[in-house]
């Protein structure tokens, strides 16, 4: 009896969220404007109108905002466990972040001379 009143809270917890979910989730169906109009129904991806040709020369600045994406993403991937267990680590560790972070930066340089952080 004893072990079960532990996870009581715990299961609290997950009917409490799974409560406040389902009331959300509702709330966000009845109370929404429901005015359908020509853009809103439209597909779109990546900038461009679905209708066009497929063939299409496809902007090179979108791929750069995809390899930023894939830089800071990496760099938080990676920062995290590194900096739970940097005690443990010796100055070998430190280094190799070093690395790492400075492979990061000249990624992101490019991206910035490349003009992926200006959009039109």
């Known amino acids: 009896m004893y072990m079960l009143a532990n996870y009581l809270p715990i299961v ?4 409490i969220a ?16 429901k005015k359908p109009n020509a853009a809103k129904l439209a597909p779109y991806e990546c900038g461009f109108d679905a209708m066009e040709n497929a063939r299409l020369p496809f902007d090179v600045r979108f791929y750069l905002v995809a390899i930023l994406f894939i830089i800071f993403d990496l760099e938080t991937a990676f920062l995290f466990p590194w900096a739970v ?5 010796s ?8 690395l ?4 990061l930066v000249l990624g992101f340089i490019y991206e910035w001379k490349k003009g992926a952080l200006e959009w039109e």
């Open 18 to 33: 799974l409560l406040l979910g389902a009331i959300l989730l509702v709330a966000g169906f009845v109370l929404s404007q």
């Open 85 to 89: 267990v940097l005690r443990h680590l």
């Open 100 to 103: 790492f972070l400075g492979l």
């Open 12 to 15: 609290i917890f997950i009917g």
């Open 91 to 98: 100055w070998f560790g430190v280094a190799s972040m070093g």
